[in-house]
């Protein structure tokens, strides 16, 4: 299994460019996430999806869209890229529980920079 | 507000130098307690999940404990193998299976 791949790894923009990252898992896991990564600011949680066809906004949604037109892949892409969206993108996924919490497996990451 | 504090920002041990890692929160309804190692350039990977207040796991060298207002992530005799960011994380009362997560823990450990 690969689990949660990532792509591109690496990419540089133009303020104003559009960009679409892709998320991958195989794990058959219902939920995903997209959360982006900052120097001295965590993890925060820009959207995510409990299942094929949903998505919801998360902590810091703003200038991103995401879909999930299949289980296994979720994307995030960027409209009208700006200076402020310069960060390193993880995806996530996890599967439903029952009871108590299931852990997310992280994906590799997303490094952009925007110009 | 759900919040989660990581303490200290970041830690400098000698090879053999155990040491403790905070994690308070401050949450609704807590429904797990996750602890990740992020490696540099690296996306993060699960250590453990704590649910109730008592609650210890260990893995090599590492052990995590819960109460009711905070975790530590106790390191003992680390390596420097052991160098990373340390995350810690909340999953709160509801139905995405949300997570939030602390600022991490910096921590070099030295030869």
């Known amino acids: 299994n690969a689990g949660v791949t990532q792509t591109p790894k690496f990419r540089v923009l133009k303020t104003g460019q559009s960009m679409t990252l892709l998320c991958a898992q195989d794990m058959n896991h219902e939920y995903m996430y997209w959360y982006r990564q900052d120097p001295g600011m965590g993890l925060r949680l820009i959207h995510y999806s409990v299942g094929e066809g949903t998505t919801a906004k998360g902590e810091v949604p703003d200038g991103y869209n995401v879909s999930r037109l299949k289980k296994q892949n979720f994307l995030l892409g960027l409209e009208s890229a700006a200076p402020s969206q310069t960060s390193v993108y993880f995806c996530?996924?996890?599967?439903?529980?029952?009871?108590?919490?299931?852990?997310?497996?992280f994906g590799p990451g997303t490094r952009l920079t925007v110009l | 507000e759900d919040q989660v504090t990581q303490s200290p920002e970041a830690l400098r041990l000698q090879e053999g130098e155990s040491s403790s890692l905070n994690c308070s929160y401050t949450?609704?309804?807590?429904?797990?307690l996750f602890w990740y190692r992020q490696d540099p350039g690296k996306g993060p990977e699960f250590l453990f999940t704590l649910y109730s207040a008592g609650e210890e796991k260990e893995k090599e060298r590492l052990k995590a404990t819960l109460t009711k207002k905070e975790s530590f992530l106790h390191i003992t005799a680390p390596k420097p193998e052991d160098s990373a960011t340390y995350l810690c994380?909340?999953?709160?009362?509801?139905?995405?299976?949300?997570?939030?997560f602390g600022s991490g823990t910096r921590l070099l450990v030295r030869p």
């Open positions: 996530a996924s996890t599967r439903s529980g029952l009871a108590g919490a299931s852990e997310q497996f």
């Open positions: 994380a909340v999953r709160v009362v509801d139905s995405s299976y949300k997570l939030i």
């Open positions: 949450v609704s309804g807590l429904r797990g």
